[in-house]
């Protein structure tokens, strides 16, 4: 059984990707301002990561080209207040750990656009150390047609007495998505939009 995986931007931002693409792959974007060449050339990076890292789930992979995902969409970028949550519960997200937190209620967002509103709920690893990176599994209307069934992951930072930018478009499948022997965190039951999300990564058969 392989060990679960770190959270994709950690990774790039310490691997592959050069300095050239800092700013794209920002966890928390400067702006809302919206760049489509900036989204393209990510995951034209992620694709590299993902052949050359070892461990990675299409590591030396001669037939694997890029992962699937929707058009750049605009109409899902959204920016909150960070509301924190004091003496947030604790969950128990990772099928190997049964019965053993794993995670912890860190703060939750308001998501608004027209007549949508929603909660999203941020997370803590707790075995992650930075004081600034957290995490945000959710589930959305489009699991299991367009995306992958599991649900999908952002990667958050958040700077104390600042708003946050949640750009859908960086919108993540855990590995599991495409080996089915990785272990990776559960999306909790708070985090299941009311809505389909059409940005980000697709689902990928395997």
């Given at each position: 059984?392989?060990l679960?995986p770190?959270?994709?931007f950690?990774i790039v931002s310490?691997?592959?990707?050069?300095?050239t693409?800092?700013?794209?792959?920002s966890l928390t974007p400067k702006?809302?301002?919206?760049?489509?060449n900036d989204?393209?050339?990510?995951?034209?990076a992620?694709?590299?990561?993902?052949?050359q890292?070892?461990?990675?789930?299409?590591y030396?992979?001669a037939?694997f080209?890029?992962l699937?995902?929707?058009t750049?969409n605009?109409m899902?970028i959204?920016k909150s207040?960070?509301?924190?949550?004091k003496d947030?519960a604790?969950?128990?997200l990772?099928?190997?750990r049964p019965?053993?937190?794993?995670?912890?209620?860190?703060?939750y967002?308001?998501?608004?656009?027209?007549?949508w509103r929603d909660?999203?709920f941020?997370?803590?690893?707790?075995?992650e150390q930075?004081?600034?990176?957290?995490f945000?599994?959710?589930a959305d209307?489009?699991n299991g047609?367009?995306?992958?069934?599991?649900?999908r992951?952002?990667?958050l930072t958040?700077?104390?007495?600042?708003q946050?930018?949640?750009?859908?478009?960086?919108?993540?499948?855990?590995?599991?998505?495409y080996?089915?022997d990785?272990?990776c965190?559960?999306i909790?039951g708070c985090?299941?939009?009311?809505?389909?999300i059409?940005?980000?990564?697709k689902n990928y058969?395997f």
């Amino acid at each position: 059984m392989k060990l679960k995986p770190i959270y994709f931007f950690g990774i790039v931002s310490l691997a592959i990707i050069a300095a050239t693409f800092f700013s794209i792959i920002s966890l928390t974007p400067k702006s809302p301002v919206f760049n489509s060449n900036d989204i393209l050339s990510f995951r034209k990076a992620k694709n590299q990561f993902l052949v050359q890292k070892v461990d990675a789930p299409f590591y030396n992979n001669a037939n694997f080209d890029s992962l699937i995902y929707y058009t750049p969409n605009e109409m899902e970028i959204y920016k909150s207040d960070v509301f924190l949550v004091k003496d947030g519960a604790e969950l128990d997200l990772m099928p190997d750990r049964p019965g053993y937190p794993s995670h912890k209620i860190h703060a939750y967002l308001i998501l608004e656009k027209e007549t949508w509103r929603d909660t999203l709920f941020v997370l803590k690893d707790l075995t992650e150390q930075s004081d600034s990176l957290y995490f945000i599994p959710f589930a959305d209307k489009g699991n299991g047609r367009e995306s992958y069934g599991g649900g999908r992951y952002l990667d958050l930072t958040i700077k104390p007495g600042r708003q946050v930018i949640i750009d859908f478009n960086f919108a993540y499948n855990p590995y599991c998505a495409y080996q089915a022997d990785f272990v990776c965190p559960k999306i909790p039951g708070c985090n299941q939009l009311s809505k389909e999300i059409k940005a980000g990564e697709k689902n990928y058969p395997f």
